[in-house]
């Protein structure tokens, strides 16, 4: 009678079609949601900090030329725009963008559970993590032929329209991007989190 060997690994059996197809949708829609909500914060948050800046640099500047009449003109046509009146609006913006970020998290988590996929939260915060990590590589992998193909137009009509086909082209690769690398780092994930054999034929209906 041959003894099991405790050291080694029990089989896990693959996913199922309906954990891969549950892997897949909540990749999907977490991933975008997740990078819409990212967006959302990133932006306001970036135009306040700016703000910030300049206001501490305009303010040094001011004390140290008081009497520069083009600075003072330049700094009234500024505060004529009340940039302290798109703070409250920057701010509700930042605060959507987190609610969507939570709401993405949320989503594939139902999802996963509701497709039957093993730890649907450890799936879901394992698969934003390598997904942010693996979008941040593509983006930075892009940006040189980006970059390249901008500097080929010019500033005549066939220039604006190449760099407008280059913008929507680079918009719709970059949502087809954010799906599919949202859908494979969640089936990676639930692939990881698989149950075992045991576990698997103990969740079957009896």
């Known amino acids: ?36 909500g990212f967006g959302l914060v990133v932006i306001p948050v970036g135009i306040l900090l700016f703000g910030a800046f300049f206001a501490l640099v305009a303010e040094f500047v001011r004390r140290v030329s008081q009497n520069d009449t083009g600075f003072e003109q330049f700094m009234r046509g500024i505060e004529s ?14 605060l959507v963008g987190l609610g969507v970020m939570t709401a993405a998290l949320f989503v594939s988590a139902r999802v996963l559970r509701r497709h039957d996929v093993n730890r649907p939260w450890a799936v879901t915060w ?36 190449l760099g407008v086909a280059v913008g929507v082209l680079s918009g ?18 639930a692939h990881a989190f698989r149950r075992s054999a045991t576990e698997a034929a103990s969740s079957l209906p009896a």
């Open 172 to 189: 719709l690769v970059g949502l087809a991007t954010t799906a599919v690398i949202g859908w494979m780092s969640w089936w990676w994930m």
């Open 81 to 94: 725009l009340n940039p302290t009146a798109w703070i409250l609006p920057l701010v509700i913006v930042a």
């Open 126 to 161: 394992a698969g934003a993590g390598i997904a942010i990590v693996g979008s941040w590589f593509l983006s930075s992998l892009s940006a040189v032929p980006y970059g390249i193909i901008s500097g080929l137009g010019d500033n005549d009509g066939a220039g604006i329209g």
């Open 1 to 36: 009678m041959t003894t099991p060997n405790p050291y080694l690994t029990p089989v896990r059996p693959p996913l199922t079609p309906r954990e891969k197809s549950g892997a897949r949708l909540a990749g999907i829609l977490g991933f975008l949601l997740l990078s819409l």
